[in-house]
């Protein structure tokens, strides 16, 4: 955790290095499944869909690539200045929440569970294909990093804004300032909204992973698990962070698995 509460980005990958394998689906006799754990994936894929929307958020996406156009056109003749090296700066914040892929991995997550739950309805279906624990939990890893990476780049943007607003000042490159000015003032409110989207779908997440048969990957033993539940929090100049609530962690591998000790076939 960072000193102001915020989400540390070491604690929100798990220290993880990324070169972790895709999680494959698992198929399970449809008569040994719990009816509490379909019960339970059908509720919470609902609020999985209206996370995997929400954070496909075409606005944000475009101001991104808008704003590392301008790095790039400008990058001959503005390199070696300071407002430049902000805006770098920025586009590597961009890049690196890209990367994470938080988005994809909550819309996999919601296809591969509603499509096992029109599965599950089909008359005589003896098997069922789900989605693993373990792409719950690659989905949630990646939520709680891209809100310690999307208020790094928000952070980033404030700092171009200050830096152009210098060549504004005096009149040079009125048209590239002002246009990365007004980008870049556009992605850090964007940044704001979507730390906020980032903590629903975790929470969206949390929730459907105890309803996911093995294997996943929070072992016990293996480090601290993430937070069982997330809430924004505000800070006094009108950023927010995601921060625990409370104490709680997600339920470890060991105590889901026995729910599930028949089923996988």
Known sequence: MTRDGGADASTATGNDDGRRERAL??????????????????????????????????????????????????????????HHGMLSDACKRARDLRALGAARAVQALARDANECLRASRVYGCVSLTMPARASADDAMRALYASCVVCDELRAACERVVEAFAGQLGRGYFMSLSLTATACASRVRCECVRMIGEYIKAY?????????????G????????????????????????CAVPVGDDVVSVDDDLDAVWSGCVM
């Open 217 to 240: 990957r929070f072992q016990k033993g293996a480090g601290p698990p993430p937070p069982a539940e997330l809430r924004v929090r505000e800070r006094a100049d009108g950023s927010a």
């Open 203 to 215: 929470n969206a997440v949390g929730r459907i992973r105890s309803a996911l048969p093995p294997p």
């Open 25 to 82: 689906p698992v198929t399970c006799a449809h008569a040994d499944v719990p009816k509490a754990a379909l019960e339970a994936l059908d509720v919470s894929s609902r609020a999985l869909d209206v996370a995997s929307l929400a954070l496909a958020r075409r606005v944000f996406s475009k101001e991104l690539t808008l704003l590392d156009a301008m790095r790039r056109k400008s990058h001959a003749q503005h390199r070696a200045s300071k």
